[in-house]
């Protein structure tokens, strides 16, 4: 991160010029502070780093809550299902809302409701009604705020931060989900054995504190519209055109399709495999929290090698150790070896996520950037309750270890359609490319 000695504030939304702006290129923001010194950037990553590590600890109570009251894999799998079928349903409709609504008031909203899902399940604990529809309900709110919050965020990003630290700040981002994987899974192991309200009602606080961030914040999260918007569907048809003319990131959403659909399943692979082996529910916890070390580790690898590997190299390699370091769940002998197994997996996770999310970014144009990350994330996510409910199955059928290894097939050959496309070989420079558009 280069030092500068002036800084600038966030982009203001009155008539009266910020101080110290850099102006930018047309229909681009000024050029914003250093991203520690960027007082909006700060305030939207720290109440998504508390949000985040509140997720990840209601994230490992729900299938143990689950499994205690119902026995049952496939139920887990159903909730599990529940949460990400909104995503699925709603993904295209809500990127063209993203692009016409005020980003910044849906996940004022969203986060609110999703404090008030998340609080009715320690209420309903502590008067003894707690029901496997409800935990069903809550995750189907939970699922359906969460789609239009992801693609508001996702959008707002390069209106917060300026194009020379955006890939930074993705990198930071994905840090989130590294230090909250690290932190929230020994939580909600801890607090699950505490007493099982807690967990749910930590997670319900960290979205107050992610209202909160986004209350004092004063970028306005999108350009001005200059025109009236057209009909929804006809937008999310321009989205759709323009994704689909543009080849690589086009490959992009069908590869990630193929290598984050077999493993959307993993945490109930995981609880499954750890209970096997006789493993306490805070030892569970230390299994996903290893998740956070080498997501952590990763996330701090990923600029580094964005800046010294081509776009289209580190693809390839990610999408190959992706697959192939999925094989070692199965051969755990004991929960250390399995927690190490895990870190070791997790650290390819953010390296890929992080470099593909840049691309799409860099050669989105901001009025179009909630529609096609809503088609490209339908796209990758869009599967999700699919996957999971068959991962439950799966495991009821032939158990985690076969699961994991009839889930590694279509990973690996995701991994050689991107070894064999041309196109992706060839790709330069996330830099170069940033550089090209411009």
Not at 123 to 147: D, K
Not at 279 to 302: D, K, M, P, Q, Y
Not at 341 to 369: C, G, H, K, W
Request: hydrophobic share 55%.
């Amino acid at each position: 991160m280069s030092q500068e000695h002036q800084f600038s504030r966030p982009l203001q939304m009155d008539d009266s010029p910020a101080p110290m702006q850099v102006p930018g290129k047309a229909g681009r923001p000024p050029r914003l502070a250093p991203l520690w010194y960027n007082r909006d950037y700060l305030l939207l990553w720290s109440g998504q780093l508390l949000s985040n590590i509140g997720t990840q600890i209601s994230q490992l109570a729900f299938p143990l809550l689950v499994l205690a009251l119902t026995f049952s894999p496939i139920q887990a799998g159903i909730v599990a299902a529940l949460r990400s079928l909104p995503f699925a349903v709603l993904c295209l409709p809500a990127g063209a809302l993203i692009d016409r609504w005020d980003r910044r008031k849906v996940m004022l909203l969203c986060d609110t409701g999703r404090a008030l899902a998340l609080l009715s399940i320690p209420v309903a604990l502590w008067v003894g009604r707690l029901s496997f529809l409800q935990l069903g309900l809550v995750a189907l709110i939970e699922g359906t705020l969460f789609t239009f919050f992801s693609l508001a965020e996702a959008a707002c990003l390069p209106r917060v931060v300026s194009q020379e630290y955006l890939p930074t700040a993705v990198a930071q981002n994905e840090a989130i989900g590294s230090i909250s994987w690290l932190i929230g899974p020994l939580l909600g192991g801890l607090l699950y054995g505490l007493g099982r309200a807690l967990p749910f009602f930590l997670d319900a606080l960290s979205y107050v504190c992610s209202v909160l961030g986004l209350l004092f914040m004063q970028t306005k999260f999108q350009e001005e519209r200059v025109q009236t918007p057209s009909r929804m569907w006809k937008e999310i048809g321009e989205g759709l055109i323009w994704l689909w003319n543009t080849p690589v990131l086009r490959f992009l959403a069908l590869l990630s399709f193929c290598l984050v659909t077999p493993v959307y399943g993993y945490a109930l692979i995981l609880i499954v495999l750890a209970q096997g082996l006789h493993a306490t529910s805070l030892v569970i916890g230390a299994i996903f929290a290893s998740i956070g070390l080498g997501s952590l580790a990763g996330s701090f690898l990923a600029t580094p090698l964005q800046k010294r590997f081509s776009f289209g190299s580190l693809m390839i390699c990610s999408s190959w150790i992706w697959a192939v370091s999925w094989l070692a769940f199965a051969l755990a002998p004991n929960p250390l070896i399995l927690g190490g197994a895990v870190a070791v997996s997790f650290i390819i996770a953010p390296i890929f996520e992080t470099t593909q999310l840049n691309y799409r970014l860099v050669v989105t144009p901001d009025q179009m950037l909630g529609r096609v990350s809503s088609i490209f994330r339908l796209v990758t996510f869009g599967s999700q309750p699919l996957g999971v409910l068959i991962t439950g199955v799966l495991i009821q059928w032939i158990g985690p270890v076969w699961t994991v290894i009839v889930l590694f097939f279509p990973q690996g050959i995701a991994a050689l359609a991107a070894t064999l496309y041309r196109p992706l070989r060839e790709a330069p420079l996330l830099n170069n490319i940033a550089q090209e558009k411009e």
